[in-house]
């Protein structure tokens, strides 16, 4: 079946390490840019397979032995977690018939697995090393395990990575060194953020002891993966700065936002104050305006029995009164109102402050994320500085070593 529509499996899984999900990466499940760079690594290993028979120690989700189970290959996978067998075990259950004959999966600790009887020509140990206090234990074992000049093929994080279950951190020498006491190294890579190498078993007297030594070549090759982090490390700290810029850009915007909503709150406080200081004088201004028109109701009533014409005059006062009345209680009305919408600008502006005050809460931390990664970029930008000079100064030792090597061979020629 094609990788594009291959059924997946669940993509939960309760690790830190992003190898138990390497066929999810694989696969573009996690992003274009890490499906390219486990993609190159995957397919570096595969191109540098030697013999019919593999062992893939660590195997995760089983995207190796697949993909080499493919091609025809009979391949085991071996992981000590139950969860990855089983992952891999339902990415093979989609495989023809013919693929699924040429792959094995075991749940089981390599150390302790019986290998007797398997004629070994390649074992691959991709991402296991840094997991290991004593990767050496499992050298050891694939060189014993190997056929005759059988292969074995690592692939380790390189340089710093912060993942809690690793145990080491590799560069190049120390990797080297460990596979060394027992193979011959034939070709190393720089993939991006992980280191690759290829080593044959070495079956003379000098099995079990170091011979490598470093050379100019793999100097440059150092030299070039020293660069090539720190390129990515000079581009991440700066896509950091600049969102951390934006960050702040944003907290000024809000902050002057939350200056002009506060004063216009402070406004309309005070617009509502004397709406309400208008509104406590109505009740007296409408008790003095019904006293008035008591008073005015009764003097021409008491008129009236005295003079009818007068009496007449001082109803049409009367009902003057009234509408003075009418008009106040109109004005008490359109009062009441005003304070209402007041209240209810003023519950709206106090709304958008507090939703301005989470905007910027939010702003803020987001600020403070930029500058824990800008301070984490720059930790290993100085990291990666000093190792290269490290690296400069061996490099600087070899030459002189090689020009001493050179003036003795003139004094041995002369």
């Known amino acids: 079946m094609n990788e594009e529509t291959q059924a997946q499996p669940s993509s939960g899984t309760d690790s830190a390490d992003i190898h138990d999900r390497v066929a999810e990466a694989y696969y573009g499940l996690m992003g274009p840019k890490f499906m390219r760079d486990t993609q190159n690594r995957i397919h570096w ?31 085991i996978g071996v992981d ?23 792959v094995s999966f ?48 690592v692939t380790v994080p390189f340089g710093i990575n912060d993942f809690i279950d690793h145990k080491h951190t590799f ?19 720089v993939l991006g953020s992980w280191l690759g190498v290829v080593a044959d078993r070495r079956t003379g007297a000098d099995r079990g002891t170091e011979t490598f030594r470093p050379t100019i070549a793999l100097m440059e090759k150092l030299e070039s993966a020293f660069y090539q982090t720190e390129r990515s490390l000079r581009d991440e700290l700066s896509l950091a700065r600049t969102k951390q810029e934006e960050a702040n850009r944003k907290y000024r915007g809000a902050t002057e936002q939350i200056t002009a909503l506060k004063q216009r709150v402070t406004q309309e406080e005070k617009g509502r104050q004397v709406s309400k200081q208008r509104l406590a004088q109505v009740p007296a201004q409408q008790k003095q305006a019904q006293s008035c028109l008591q008073a005015e109701r009764t003097a021409p009533q008491q008129q009236l029995v005295q003079v009818s014409a ?14 003075n009345l009418l008009r106040m209680e109109a004005e008490l009305e359109a009062g009441r109102i005003q304070l209402e919408e007041a209240n209810q600008k003023h519950r709206a ?39 290269l000079q ?25």
């Open 349 to 387: 502006a106090t709304e958008q402050v507090t939703a301005l005050q989470q905007r910027v809460t939010q702003e803020e931390t987001a600020r403070q994320a930029a500058e824990q990664v800008w301070a984490q970029a720059t930790t290993r930008l100085e990291q990666a500085q000093s190792d």
């Open 310 to 323: 007068e009496g007449q005059v001082k109803e049409v006062v009367a009902h003057e009164a009234e509408g």
């Open 106 to 153: 075991v749940n089981s600790d390599f150390l302790s697995w019986d290998f007797h009887g398997l004629n070994i020509d390649t074992v691959v140990m991709s991402e296991v090393l840094e997991h290991l206090t004593r990767p050496d234990y499992f050298i050891e074992t694939a060189a014993r395990i190997l056929a005759r000049k059988g292969r074995l093929i």
């Open 80 to 102: 000590s977690s139950p969860k990855a067998i089983d992952e891999a075990t339902r990415y093979l259950a989609s495989e023809p018939k013919q693929v699924r004959k040429n």
């Open 45 to 75: 290993i595969c191109r540098e397979i030697q013999g019919k028979n593999v062992l893939d120690v660590g195997c995760s989700q089983g995207i190796v032995p697949i993909l080499l189970a493919r091609e025809g290959l009979k391949v």
């Open 171 to 189: 560069y190049l020498l120390k990797p080297l060194r460990l596979i060394a006491k027992h193979f011959d190294i034939v070709d190393l890579d």
């Open 390 to 414: 490290e690296v400069e100064q061996t490099q600087s030792d070899l030459q002189e070593e090689r020009a001493g090597l050179l003036r003795q061979l003139a004094q041995v020629t002369a």
